[in-house]
């Protein structure tokens, strides 16, 4: 996305000079009243003007993109999601990239499955198996909620964008969601690495890809306090909803300065709720931080919260690898440190780690200093063999009856780092 330099805008006020006094002032420039990016679902276009987000936006000059190639205005379509960089008054640039493209393998009343994705439309039963089409969306949960599907011509690639997990540098696959990827004949632009966002075409046969290339999503050129505004669905939402996930690609702190529209508050977010966010752009720690949230549904769908975990523990970190009791977990580019923490001070720290699953991968998207205590906090699988959580152990029998689930539990932990009286932590 491309950077933009919105200077401040000074008011000018004129001295009286001697005793005398005059009615003339330097005219106020005007205000800008856009973000500096945008991003949201293309709602109409009338004339010039662009409606994101229930926002008009002027474009009569823009510079359109789609899908990397130059474009028209005209060319839009109500649905697709947009990426829009402003002057403050209007857009300069529009770019739209599809989300996934390829071949129909299933239909039902109201999802298809297209190259692997499961995708979620009510326009599902319009299309049929080996139909080739282009869809634009979120991720949500285990699927894409579709807000555009249009036929295309089928060329014999598929493109599919997504986060990257499982990177297997030696044998050069990585997984999209079921997907498995080879990229040992990609063109690659960018470094991989798991948690990346990564748009990636190729040759399909049933789940699997041959990459022609692959293309790391690279991080925002905002400048500090840049304006940003999205709409988007929450994919992942920390212990005290302070730090949330949108799209699986951008990181949004909320505090306490936040304003939520219509008597809403933070306790009210949840998994799989889309909101509206407006906030300022923090280089430092490459995330937003919200000025305003506007939910703009309240069917969050908080039982894909079992992918979310909580662990504590002290941290291992050598080589690029984090572990806490010999279990592994993931550091991604989204990953945010707190407490003055980073990845030279994190070996040997006792912290609190927070994220999802993503297959069989533990993505951490919070670090946190932590005190340990006589009670800990811990949420994710219980393993049954041998019987454990986060590799603690229990002598009691407080664990028996979670084994082989995914749970949240508020435990003793004794100076041996030996779990009992575990307990649901509703």
């Known amino acids: 996305m491309q ?24 005219p106020l420039p005007p205000q800008a009243t856009l973000p500096s990016a945008i991003q949201g679902v293309l709602q109409k276009t009338v004339g010039t003007d662009l409606y994101v987000n229930d926002v008009k ?8 993109e789609i899908d990397d190639q130059p474009a028209q205005l005209a060319d839009l379509k109500p649905g697709m999601v947009l990426d ?32 692997g994705q499961n995708v979620m439309s009510a326009q599902a039963s319009q ?45 050069k696959l990585f997984n999209l969601g ?13 470094r991989l690495s798991n948690g990346a966002w990564v748009e990636v075409e190729g040759t399909l046969n049933k789940l699997s890809i041959s990459a022609t290339e692959v293309e790391v999503e690279p991080a925002p050129g905002f400048d500090n306090d840049d304006s940003v505004e999205l709409v988007g669905t929450i994919s992942w939402l920390n212990y005290d909803n302070s730090l949330m996930t949108l799209n699986q690609q951008w990181q949004v702190a909320i505090d306490n300065q936040t ?63 984090l572990t806490i009791n010999g279990i592994e977990l993931t550091l991604t580019p989204n990953t945010q ?27 951490v998207m919070e670090v946190e200093m932590e005190q340990q205590e006589l009670t800990i906090d811990l949420q994710g699988p219980v393993n049954a063999d041998p019987l454990s959580l986060w590799g603690y152990r229990a002598s009691d029998t407080s664990l028996d009856a979670h084994a082989g689930q995914w749970v949240e539990l508020e435990c003793q932990l004794d100076s041996a780092g030996t779990l009992s009286a575990c307990q649901l932590d509703r």
């Open 259 to 321: 304003e939520f529209d219509d008597s809403e508050s933070r306790a009210q977010l949840a998994l799989g709720q889309q909101v509206e966010v407006d906030g300022l752009w923090q280089v430092e720690h490459n995330r937003i931080r919200a000025t305003e949230i506007d939910i703009e549904d309240n069917d969050g769908d908080d039982a894909q919260r079992p992918n979310s975990f909580q662990v504590e523990g002290t941290a291992q970190y050598s080589n690029g690898t």
């Open 337 to 363: 440190f707190e407490d003055g923490l980073n990845d030279a001070t994190l070996n040997g720290s006792y912290v609190q780690l927070e994220g999802y699953a993503q297959g069989d991968q533990f993505l």
């Open 178 to 190: 079921e997907l498995t990827v080879n990229y040992a004949q990609a063109a690659l632009d960018g």
């Open 127 to 171: 299309f049929q198996v080996n139909d080739y089409v282009a869809v634009s969306g979120h991720y949500q949960g285990a699927g894409i909620q579709a807000s555009f599907i249009e036929p295309t011509d089928d060329l014999g690639i598929v493109e599919v964008e997504g986060q990257l997990t499982n990177l297997d540098t030696t044998a």
């Open 57 to 64: 936006i002027p474009a009569a000059n823009a510079e359109v």
């Open 3 to 26: 950077k933009l330099i919105i200077p401040a805008l000074m008011a000018t006020t004129l001295a009286a000079c001697g005793s005398s006094s005059s009615d003339s002032s330097t």
């Open 84 to 115: 829009i960089d402003t002057d403050g008054f209007r857009a300069v640039e529009v770019d739209y990239d599809t989300l996934l493209k390829g071949p129909v393998s299933e239909v039902s009343a109201s999802s298809l499955v297209v190259a």
